[in-house]
C-alpha cells in the first residue's frame, strides 16, 4: 500500500512547508501551505499525543479507547527552533519537526534516535467511502523488533508480519490467521536496548505493517478516520506498557474467586447435568470456584430468559451453588430475537435502541436464535437500558459474572460474518456508519454488561468476560481468546496470545483449556491444564459436539495430575491476587514475556515459550507430544527449581526434564513467595497463617504481598494490606525487613517461614533486634521452616560465623 508505485498510483497527498505556528499551553498547532494540520500534545514527559487534519480542520476529539483517570503532565517543555526544525524538549524526549514536511524525529534526552517518519504522514482521498485514508511510514532501525498487537495468532515478534484489526468471529482459527477477535492498534518497537510504544487511536479498519512490504519500513493506516496516534517513550517495556494502560485505563481488581479455576461447556443443561458436574468437582476435590451456562439455558436463545423446562427454578439452583463455593456465570449475547412476544425485543423497538441500516430499516441478521436486532451499544441511553436489565439475573437471582459472546459483532449466513458498512451508530452524539463503530461495538457491549452487573451486584465486585474488545476494554473485565482447537499448535498459540495480551494493556486473558472445538487427548488436556494454572484467567471451555472435557473425562492419572496443578493455583492465588493488584494500579502485566522481563538480553527478542508468571516464577509450557522434557532458555540470574530446589545460574538454553505429571517452573533467587493452603473454592477456609517461601540470594531482592477481603470495595478506602519484604542475602546472615501499607487487617497472625537455599545452618535469630530463642519460632526437623507474628520489622538470621 506504500510503495512509491503504489503512492503515485493511488493519488497520494503530502503535507508541505510550515506557514504558521503556535503554542497554547501543552498543545502545538502547525498548519501547512497546503492545509495540512498537526496538533501536538504533550501529555507527559515520556507521552506526546499526535493529530493530523486536512483541509484545515481536525475532528472532534473523542475516544472510547482513553481513560478520563489517565495521568497528565509533565515536568520540562521547550519549544525552540533552527532553520530546519521546530524542537520540542522535555525532560525525555527531544522531538524535531521539519518545517518543509512536518516529518519528525524523536530521540531520548542523550540524542539517541528513538523514532523517525520515513514518508510521515500523508492520506489519499476516499471518493468511494467518503473521508481519507491515513496513513504513517518510518523508518526500521537497526535491528528493531516488535510486539503488542492483542490476541494476533502468530510469533511474539511481529517483524515480517503484516495485521489488521477488524474483529471477526473466526471459529477454530489458524496460526497465523488475522484478524480474529480484537482489535488493540498499540504495538511496542524495540532497538538499541530502548523501547518505545505507538498506539494509534483511530476506530476504522487499521493496518500494521512490520517490515513486510519494505524490509526496512514500518507503517500502520486506516481505512477513514483521523491519523491520531500516541507515541510512548520506555526506555523499559515496563514504563511502555504501563503508560498505554494508564492512557487506556487500569483494570478494576477482580474478586479473588474469579482467580480460581473456571468450568465451562456448550452447554451444560439440564439442571441435574449443571449440579452433577458441580457435585463432581467437590467429590474428587478439585478446586473450582466458577461454573458457566452457555446459550441452552435460555428460552430459544432468547437473553435475559430461562429455559424453564431445563431450569425451573434458577434461584434456588444459583443459591444451592453458591452454598458449595460455585459462582455461577451466564452468557449474554447482543442479538434480540425478533419476537413481538419477547419483552426484551418490544422495548427495543418501542424506545429505537436497535441498530438501523443508512434507509431507515432495523439492521436484521440471524444469530443463534434466528433472525435479530442489535442494540446500539455507542449510544448512552441503549447502555442504561443493557444495565438495568441485568437487574434480574444478577440482582434477585444471583447469578455472579456474565460472558459477553458473539458481540464482533457476529452475524451468520453472510459473507463478511458481521454488520454491512452501511449500518448507522450513534458513537456517543458522533453518529457514523459501521466501518467507524465496528471496532468498538463489542467493547461498548461489554461496558453495558460491567455496569450492569456492578449496579445490582453491589457491594460485591463485578466479573464481566468479553470475545471481542478495543483499546481499553480492560476498564470492564476479562477476556479469553476465542473458538480455539483442542492441537497442540493452538496450545502454542494459546500461550503466545496471553503473553500478546499482557504486552497489549489487557492482562486478565486466558484461552478455552483444553480447546474449544475437536477433543484433546489426554497429554494434550494435561499439558494445557498446566499451562493454563498460570494464565491470569483459567477456564477449561468446549464445545459439547464433540465430547466431555472435564478433569476426570479422561483416567485417574489424568484426573490426578489436573487436580495437582489446580491446587497448585489456589496455593499461589495470594502471589497472583497481589500481581492483579500491581495491573490494577501500575498496569504492570501479569504474565511477562521475557523480553519483557530482560530486553537488554537479545536472546530473549525471538522467545515465544517461556514467561514470567507474576515477578518472580519462570515458567515453560511443554508443546509438543511424547515429551519427557525440553530445552528452554533461562534469563540471566539465579533460579531455583520449583520443584526440588536446586539453584543454578542462568543466561542460557539448557535441557530439563518435565513427565507428563511435571512442569518446568523456577523460581527467582531472592524471592519471597506467598502460600495459601489447598481450597476448594475461594473462602472455604479461615486462613490461619500465610506460609512464605523465602529463596535464598547473595544479594538484595524486593518481594510484595497483597491482601484485603478478597471482594467487595472497602480496599479503596485504605482497608487493604500491602506488605514490601526486603531480602539481603549474605554469606553468613540473611536479613528480612517488611514495611506495611493499608489499615486491612489479615485474619491470620503468624506467617510460617520457610527457607530455602540458605547456605548457612542458623545459629541465631534477631526479631526487631531482640534475640529470640529458636525453640519459641516452633522450627521443624528440617530447621529451616519456623512461624513469626506478622508484624515484625526486621528478621536477621545469623550464622555461628556471624558471631
Known amino acids: ?52 487534519g486536512t483541509r484545515g480542520q481536525l475532528e472532534d476529539d473523542f475516544s472510547y479507547a482513553i481513560s478520563d483517570k489517565n495521568i497528565k503532565g509533565y515536568n520540562k517543555l521547550e519549544v525552540s527552533e533552527d532553520v530546519d526544525n521546530y524542537i520540542i524538549t522535555t525532560s525525555k524526549l527531544v522531538c524535531k519537526i521539519e518545517k518543509k514536511s512536518l516529518q519528525k524525529k524523536i530521540y531520548d534526552i542523550k540524542g539517541q534516535l528513538i523514532n523517525e517518519d520515513e514518508l510521515g504522514f500523508h492520506y489519499e482521498e476516499f471518493y468511494d467511502r467518503g473521508g481519507n485514508v491515513v ?24 517483524r515480517g508480519k503484516r495485521v489488521q484489526n477488524w474483529p471477526t468471529d473466526e471459529y477454530a482459527f489458524a496460526k497465523d490467521k488475522d484478524p480474529i477477535y480484537k482489535a488493540v492498534p498499540f504495538y511496542i518497537g524495540l532497538h538499541h536496548q530502548q523501547a518505545y510504544g505507538v498506539f494509534f487511536d483511530n476506530s476504522f479498519r487499521t493496518f500494521f505493517d512490520f517490515c513486510h512490504e519494505r524490509h526496512n519500513i514500518t507503517s500502520f493506516w486506516a481505512q477513514g478516520g483521523e491519523m491520531n496516534y500516541y507515541f510512548i517513550y520506555g526506555p523499559k517495556m515496563e514504563n511502555v506498557v504501563s503508560n498505554y494502560t494508564n492512557l487506556t485505563g487500569q483494570a478494576e481488581l477482580p474478586p479473588l474467586w474469579a482467580l480460581g479455576y473456571h468450568q465451562c461447556k456448550w452447554s451444560y443443561y439440564p439442571e441435574s447435568r449443571f449440579r452433577e458436574v458441580a457435585k463432581k468437582f467437590r467429590e474428587l476435590k478439585i478446586p473450582c470456584d466458577g461454573i458457566y451456562l452457555d446459550i441452552d439455558y435460555m428460552e430459544g436463545f432468547r437473553c435475559f430468559t430461562w429455559n424453564k423446562e431445563y431450569f425451573p427454578d434458577p434461584k434456588k439452583m444459583v443459591k444451592e451453588l453458591a452454598d458449595d463455593g460455585f459462582k455461577t456465570i451466564v452468557i449474554i449475547d447482543p442479538g434480540i430475537k425478533i419476537d413481538d412476544e419477547y419483552e426484551i425485543y418490544k422495548q427495543g423497538i418501542e424506545k429505537d435502541y436497535f441498530c438501523k441500516r443508512a434507509d431507515g430499516p432495523h439492521m436484521i441478521g440471524k444469530v443463534w436464535p434466528g433472525e435479530c436486532c442489535f442494540p446500539d451499544f455507542t449510544k448512552p441511553e441503549v447502555r442504561d437500558w443493557w444495565a438495568d436489565l441485568y437487574k434480574e439475573l444478577i440482582g434477585d437471582i444471583g447469578v455472579k459474572g456474565v460472558w459477553n459472546d458473539m458481540n464482533e459483532p457476529a452475524v451468520m449466513e453472510v459473507p463478511n460474518k458481521t454488520f454491512p458498512d452501511d449500518v448507522r451508530h450513534d458513537y456517543d452524539g458522533h453518529p457514523c456508519s459501521h466501518r467507524k463503530a465496528h471496532n468498538v461495538y463489542g467493547t461498548q457491549m461489554a461496558r453495558a454488561t460491567y455496569e450492569g452487573v456492578k449496579k445490582y451486584g453491589y457491594p460485591k465486585r463485578p466479573f464481566v468476560i468479553t470475545r471481542s474488545a478495543y483499546s481499553g476494554a480492560q476498564r470492564y473485565g476479562t477476556s479469553w481468546t476465542g473458538d480455539n482447537v483442542a492441537t497442540w499448535e493452538h496450545l502454542w498459540i494459546a500461550n503466545v496470545q496471553v503473553q500478546r495480551m499482557n504486552l497489549s494493556g489487557m492482562a486478565f486473558t486466558g484461552s478455552d483449556i483444553g480447546g474449544f472445538a475437536e477433543q484433546p487427548n489426554s497429554e494434550l488436556f494435561v499439558r494445557w491444564i498446566q499451562l ?16 466431555d472435557q472435564e478433569p476426570w473425562t479422561f483416567d485417574d492419572e489424568v484426573t490426578d495430575i489436573t487436580r495437582k496443578f489446580i491446587e497448585l493455583r489456589y496455593t499461589l492465588l495470594p502471589y497472583l491476587y497481589t500481581a492483579f493488584y500491581q495491573y490494577s494500579t501500575e498496569g504492570l502485566p501479569i504474565v511477562k514475556p521475557l523480553v519483557y522481563f530482560d530486553q537488554n538480553d537479545p536472546q530473549t527478542h525471538f522467545r515465544t515459550d517461556e514467561f514470567i508468571f507474576g515477578n518472580k516464577i519462570l515458567v515453560c509450557p511443554i508443546l509438543e507430544p511424547n515429551s519427557k522434557g525440553r530445552r528452554m532458555y533461562f534469563p540471566r540470574g539465579e533460579w531455583y527449581n520449583f520443584w526440588d530446589n536446586t ?20 523460581v527467582k533467587a531472592g524471592a519471597i513467595i506467598p502460600r495459601y493452603p489447598v481450597q476448594q473454592y475461594v473462602g472455604e477456609l479461615e486462613i490461619t497463617e500465610l506460609k512464605l517461601d523465602v529463596y535464598f540470594k547473595h544479594g538484595e531482592e ?30 553468613d546472615d540473611f536479613i528480612i525487613t517488611q514495611h506495611k501499607l493499608g489499615k486491612y487487617n489479615t485474619e491470620y497472625d503468624y506467617f510460617k517461614i520457610n527457607l530455602i537455599g540458605l547456605p548457612f545452618d542458623i545459629f541465631e535469630i534477631e526479631i526487631d533486634n531482640v534475640k529470640v530463642s529458636l525453640d519459641e519460632l516452633e522450627f521443624d526437623d528440617t530447621k529451616t521452616n519456623f512461624k513469626i507474628t506478622k508484624d515484625f520489622s526486621e528478621i536477621h538470621i545469623k550464622s555461628n560465623n556471624d558471631r
Not at 19 to 44: G, P
Not at 136 to 155: L, R
Open 1 to 52: 500500500m506504500i510503495t512509491n508505485t503504489e503512492l503515485r498510483e493511488l493519488g497520494n497527498q503530502f503535507p508541505n512547508e510550515v506557514i504558521s505556528f503556535k503554542q497554547n499551553v501543552d498543545k502545538l498547532y502547525f498548519k501547512t501551505k497546503n492545509n495540512v494540520v498537526l496538533e501536538l500534545s504533550v501529555l507527559r514527559d515520556s507521552v506526546l499525543r499526535f493529530r493530523y
Open 647 to 666: 539453584c543454578f545460574s542462568g543466561g542460557k538454553e539448557m535441557w530439563v526434564d518435565a513427565d507428563m505429571d511435571s512442569l518446568p517452573v523456577y
Open 135 to 158: 496513513k504513517m511510514s518510518k523508518w526500521t532501525q537497526e535491528k528493531e523488533a516488535f510486539y503488542g498487537m492483542g490476541d494476533k495468532p502468530m510469533h511474539s515478534n511481529l
Open 702 to 731: 524486593i518481594s510484595h504481598v497483597y491482601e484485603d477481603a478478597q471482594d467487595g470495595y472497602d480496599y479503596q478506602k485504605g482497608r487493604y494490606s500491602y506488605r514490601n519484604f526486603k531480602l539481603t542475602g549474605k554469606k
Open 532 to 547: 493454563g494454572v498460570f494464565h491470569p484467567f483459567c477456564r477449561t471451555h468446549s464445545s459439547g459436539h464433540h465430547g
